[in-house]
């Protein structure tokens, strides 16, 4: 009797048995001595190859004595190593978290005293990123940190040494001893050739069981570390899937880390289609393109700043995508809507508004691709899973608003966070007496299923008595021919009044002038939304997280706040 798998080593195991020589992913190889073909610059990863490299995981952490309710912590770039240890601790009953390769050591040591995982995978030979060093600093400082809450002990995890696909040199293991011990993971074969022999002791599947943990953005302080049960990621795979489009045969372009809410559900989301997912550890855009084109890549989930990049690289270099679908974008920078009508224009691609967060998972909605192009570009959409909820509430009550208003979007249903990993109570105050979770994002309802992003409710200006949403003057000030950025943030001027102030840079080689913004902002929007000042800056300052860059709003406000010249100097 066929039943379906209730783990995600047990979905691989199925995708091998109905066809082994599937393409499951597609893996920048940069050792060009391999003996390996090369295509394109680039190694197929099949199905097959991912469950050999999967139970050559599983046995390593087994040995390990890593079983059920453990912690992997997996802190390497975007290769297909990457999921074949999703796919390993699955088999162990483990879970995963991924650890961002930008992190430094306040990061990692708090991910290390709140996660505690029994077994630490760490990338040797990536480019100048010193993870050894980190790693090291990171022990001392979660040692210390628990130490100072005086009710247990930190014991540091078993290093596991990855060396990167064409790495220099090979690590010594007793150089990553962190205090419980160190392997080198042996390097991945040129090419597999059978799955598992099947002697491999897999853990039973349980609903209950966590398979994946990620980090908030921590823009309130470190961030939390919100984890999944297995069986609401394989759900969500499969609605997701559905709700973009993905069928056999199809190519998801994913340059965001595995590690991140958006790289892992795109990419899965993929798998669990029958797709493929071409994998970017280091985004290089004109690299990207090659790949994108020699492969045919279908379906891009990514942020509007890469796609900005992307656009300006297939000008420079004439490299054409004709192949492309779909796009699902992050809106961080508010260049969403201007990419897609030159993707449509170019290619014939359909772009959507998306929106999730590592508590919801991504793609937890996004709109279909005949929705209205006011809405279309935008945050939001549909819910991808029919038992999905949604709610827009008071933030300050709870109690639902009535139609039209604008308030907190809260949702219900298994995509939400299901535990924080080491939560000391502070993740309760994120639910509602009713269970509802709130996501801190100001949104409106568009019917039963859908719903509007706008902004964070942080980001919300009070003028004149009215919620604004800084995107709407963004909206009119970026289609200024010199405007190439802007983000608008609110402050309190002398007389204790809010105000706005627009940060803006240039197109090139232009610099927008002040007072012609200003006075472009009062042809079209009511007089108390245009800003009281135009400053125009050489570049955002931005973050580079790990679902995409985003431009620091509290940055802003802290300049808009002191004198032209100090802010300057900032």
């Known amino acids: 009797m066929n039943t ?13 048995a109905a066809d082994p020589q599937r393409t499951a992913l597609v893996d920048p190889e940069p050792d060009r001595s391999a003996t390996t073909p090369i295509d394109g610059g680039h190694r197929r990863v099949t199905v097959t190859d991912l469950l050999a490299r999967a139970d050559e995981f599983a046995r390593l952490l087994s040995n390990h004595q890593v079983g059920p309710g453990d912690c992997i912590g997996v802190w390497i770039p975007s290769w297909s190593d990457a999921y074949a240890w999703q796919f390993a601790a699955s088999a162990c009953g483990a879970h995963v978290i991924g650890v961002n390769t930008r992190y430094n050591v306040a990061e990692v040591s708090h991910v290390l005293a709140k996660a505690r995982p029994r077994v630490l995978v760490m990338a040797h030979g990536f480019g100048r990123v010193k993870f050894l060093d980190t790693a090291v600093a990171a022990v001392a400082e979660a040692r210390r940190s628990v130490q100072e809450d005086g009710t247990e002990t930190f014991t540091p995890p078993v290093s596991f040494v990855w060396a990167v696909p064409g790495a220099q040199t090979d690590p010594t293991p007793a150089d990553y001893d962190l205090g419980s011990g160190s392997m080198v993971v042996p390097r991945a074969p040129r090419l597999a050739t059978a799955a598992s022999t099947g002697d491999l002791q897999t853990a039973a599947g349980s609903d209950d069981r966590l398979a994946v943990a990620f980090t908030t953005s921590g823009s309130t302080g470190m961030p939390k570390l919100a984890a999944h049960r297995e069986s609401a990621v394989i759900s969500h795979a499969v609605n997701a899937a559905s709700a973009v489009g993905l069928s056999p045969g199809d190519l998801m372009v994913e340059p965001l880390p595995y590690s991140g809410v958006f790289g892992y559900c ?8 029958g797709a493929a997912v071409l994998l970017h550890p280091v985004f290089d855009e004109t690299e990207l393109l090659r790949a994108w084109e020699h492969f045919g890549g279908t379906h891009f989930v990514g942020a509007d700043d890469m796609l900005s990049r992307v656009r300006r690289a297939c000008g420079e270099s004439g490299i054409r995508l004709d192949s492309w679908k779909w796009a699902g974008v992050a809106d961080f920078q508010g260049m969403s809507a201007e990419i897609a009508q030159w993707a449509s224009a170019e290619f014939g691609t359909r772009t959507v508004g998306v929106y999730g967060s590592s508590e919801v998972f991504a793609l937890a909605t996004l709109w279909p691709t005949d929705t209205s192009d006011d809405l279309r570009y935008s945050g939001g959409g549909q819910l991808v899973d029919p038992s999905y909820e949604y709610r827009i509430a008071d933030p300050a009550t709870d109690e639902p608003m009535s139609d039209g208003d604008d308030g907190e979007i809260q949702l219900s249903g298994t995509n939400v966070v299901n535990s924080y990993l080491g939560d000391s109570g502070e993740g309760a105050k994120n639910f509602t007496a009713d269970g509802w979770f709130r996501t801190g994002d100001l949104g409106r309802a568009k019917g039963p299923h859908s719903f509007e992003y706008i902004c964070r409710m942080g980001d919300v200006i009070r003028l004149r008595g009215f919620l604004v949403d800084p995107a709407e003057i963004e909206t009119h000030i970026i289609t200024h021919e010199d405007v190439e950025l802007v983000k608008v943030v609110g402050r309190t001027n002398d007389l204790g009044e809010p105000e706005v102030v627009a940060f803006v840079q240039g197109v090139h080689d232009r610099v927008p002038d002040e007072e012609q913004i200003i006075a ?43 004198p032209r010249v100090q802010s300057a100097l900032g």
């Not at 790990?546 to 406000?557: D, F, Q």
């Open 4 to 16: 379906t798998p209730d783990t995600l080593y047990g979905h691989l195991k199925s995708w091998v």
């Open 520 to 562: 472009h902002c009062c042809e079209r929007l009511a007089r108390y939304k245009v800003p009281a000042e135009v400053r125009v800056i050489d570049a955002m300052p931005v973050t580079a997280g790990t679902n995409g860059s985003k431009i620091k709003a509290a940055v802003l406000r802290d300049w808009a706040a002191q």
């Open 266 to 273: 795109g990419g899965m989301a993929a798998l669990f289609a």
